[in-house]
């Protein structure tokens, strides 16, 4: 039996992941028409590795009711898909891009509105009670964190074959 101790974020393990993720060979999707990038915010939740999430409202225009990561569409004005990430992440959850620690990119993917999405891997430190972020509610209806222990105890995932898309894993508590 697999057993998963829980740990905290420390700056070696993010430096230790941020050098791996940089060997790691990135895959990119080509000739893409539309850009988004989301911040896939790692965190300590009461000092345990965590990765923060968000409901989207039932207000916005796509994507209604879905568990997300904080992000958007690119916009001309961003000077890159991080700055995307990061002004989507200041949007949506007052979180100060000062108070990201970005480690690097991971593969892109594309999503089920046909958007090539590139996921920007960051650090945004202790959230124990989310008293530092301010959700718009206009777009977020709820912000919550879930323990990597728990993402990673195979009890609680499954893949599901999309066809064309891939193999994606499913939660199914948290």
């Not at 409901?55 to 994507?63: A, D, F, N, P, W």
């Amino acid at each position: 039996k697999l057993c998963y101790k829980k740990f905290s974020f420390t700056p070696t393990t993010l430096e230790t992941l941020k050098e791996r993720l940089k060997k790691k060979p990135r895959r990119v999707i080509k000739n893409a028409t539309k850009r988004a990038a989301v911040l896939i915010p790692l965190c300590n939740r009461h000092n345990v590795a965590s990765i923060l999430f968000t409901r989207r409202s039932q207000t916005v225009g796509t994507h209604k009711g879905d568990v997300s990561f904080p992000g958007g569409h690119y916009d001309h004005s961003d000077f890159d898909l991080t700055n995307t990430a990061l002004r989507e992440a200041k949007e949506e959850l007052n979180i100060n891009p000062s108070d990201v620690s970005v480690i690097g990119l991971f593969h892109e993917a594309l999503s089920i509105t046909g958007v090539t999405v590139t996921p920007v891997l960051s650090f945004i430190g202790e959230v124990s009670n989310y008293e530092k972020l301010t959700k718009n509610a206009e777009e977020i209806e709820e912000i919550f964190a879930v323990s990597l222990d728990l993402l990673l105890d195979p009890k609680f995932r499954k893949l599901d074959d999309l066809g064309h898309r891939g193999r994606v894993p499913r939660f199914l508590g948290g």
